[in-house]
């Protein structure tokens, strides 16, 4: 079983949908990065977080660092969006070296 | 300020060759992570450096691999004697601290022959 669990592991949405992607891990964390990564591409930072909310745009990000859950919300989703959405825990200590989940693929239609 | 900047971008080696993968990292930024992407799988952490010092390496394989980060130039990860399994995308990440805002490169996509 794998430290760091997403759910779904594909999505596909309708573009406008608001969309969820869950991550929970079992390790004890201080923080969580979610990252997206597009086919072919590199990985682009979207939110680093160790309690409560972050919002950025469109993208909000939530922790509940003792429920040990996170999850990614995209609002009024767009076709632009479709990637790979990976969720990556900070397993204590203060550095970057972090346990990845297996990636959620979203693929958003027009 | 470019940002994190890995060369090559692609890399095809022959079986027992050397594969040498750089990686600068964003202005003013001291530490770097590398990480692999196997084919089909998830990223792993290998290498935590910061200049002229390795600060963890834990998830570096025990043969064939090596890492630096000199006081000058980019941090090079090194493989020796490429196997087939070495085949994947090593990503390159910079942060201004160790810990927190995190860059990634776009990655180096090594195959093996």
């Known amino acids: 079983k794998n430290e760091v669990e997403q759910s779904p592991q594909n999505l596909t949405a309708q573009e406008g949908e608001f969309i969820t992607i869950n991550c929970s891990y079992s390790v004890g964390i201080s923080a969580l990065h979610w990252l997206q990564q597009h086919p072919g591409g590199g990985i682009v930072s979207l939110f680093m977080l160790s309690s409560g909310k972050k919002k950025h745009g469109r993208l909000i990000a939530t922790i509940n660092i003792q429920e040990k859950h996170s999850s990614l919300h995209i609002t009024a989703s767009h076709p632009r969006d479709s990637a790979v959405y990976i969720c990556?825990?900070?397993?204590?200590?203060?550095?970057?070296?972090?346990?990845f989940g297996t990636g959620t693929l979203l693929a958003v239609q027009p | 300020n470019a940002g994190v900047m890995q060369n090559p971008r692609h890399l095809v080696r022959r079986r027992g060759q050397e594969a040498r993968l750089r990686c600068s990292p964003m202005k003013g930024h001291s530490h770097v992570y590398w990480y692999r992407q196997l084919p089909e799988e998830g990223l792993k952490f290998m290498v935590y450096l910061q200049k002229e010092n390795i600060i963890d390496e834990s998830g570096m394989p025990k043969e064939r691999f090596s890492a630096e980060f000199p006081k000058e130039g980019p941090s090079i990860l090194r493989i020796q004697q490429v196997v087939r399994g070495d085949s994947a995308a090593y990503f390159c990440a910079s942060s201004p601290l160790g810990y927190g805002e995190l860059f990634f490169g776009e990655g180096s996509r090594l195959t093996v022959l």
């Open positions: 990556a825990a900070i397993n204590g200590g203060a550095t970057n070296k972090l346990i």
